[in-house]
């Protein structure tokens, strides 16, 4: 394998780091496993500049395969829980990811479940190594609370009211 490829692997997968750092992500989601699964979320490819990032939807498998495709790291099929877990778990509760967004009604544990970046986000990180980067990640950081609160809203608008036998009203998803 050329050396270049391998480099440029390596080096975006740092650059991917580095944003979940500045975003304030602790170090389980600022491993190896959240940075992979963040490029395969953006359909950033190793040679491709930051501007490019995309916004797909992707299940979990799309993911690992995304990874092995274009950055050569090959996830087992049980690992599945591992990217959930380290990352894309803390990514939607972050809202830097959105869950479902085709279909909010859809079960969380549903095998249909996909992902997708939040526009916001999306935004940030395709201005990654430009000038705009600092003073428009400080901006994210003030605006994320208000990204949060809609999300919640958004969410609670999908559940299902429902008064128990003793008088006690719930919702459920």
């Given at each position: 394998m050329p050396t270049s490829r391998r480099?440029?692997?390596?080096?975006?997968?740092?650059?991917?780091v580095q944003v979940l750092?500045?975003?304030?992500?602790?170090?389980?989601?600022?491993?190896?496993?959240a940075g992979y699964s963040l490029l395969a979320l953006l359909a950033l490819k190793p040679t491709e500049s930051w501007d490019l990032a995309k916004a797909p939807l992707l299940g979990i498998t799309p993911i690992i395969e995304f990874i092995g495709n274009f950055y050569a790291v090959k996830y087992a099929p049980n690992s599945r829980e591992q990217i959930r877990d380290e990352a894309v778990k803390h990514f939607v509760?972050?809202?830097m990811l959105i869950r479902n967004p085709d279909d909010p009604a859809r079960a969380t544990t549903s095998a249909k479940t996909v992902y997708q970046i939040e526009p916001h986000a999306l935004e940030l990180i395709r201005s990654f190594g430009s000038l705009e980067w600092q003073s428009n990640l400080e901006a994210y950081v003030i605006s994320r609370e208000a990204i949060l609160h809609e999300l919640g809203r958004e969410r609670s608008m999908n559940r299902i009211p429902v008064t128990l036998p003793s008088g006690e009203k719930v919702t459920l998803s």
């Open positions: 480099s440029a692997r390596k080096q975006k997968l740092i650059e991917a750092t500045e975003l304030g992500f602790g170090p389980r989601q600022t491993n190896e496993t509760e972050s809202g």
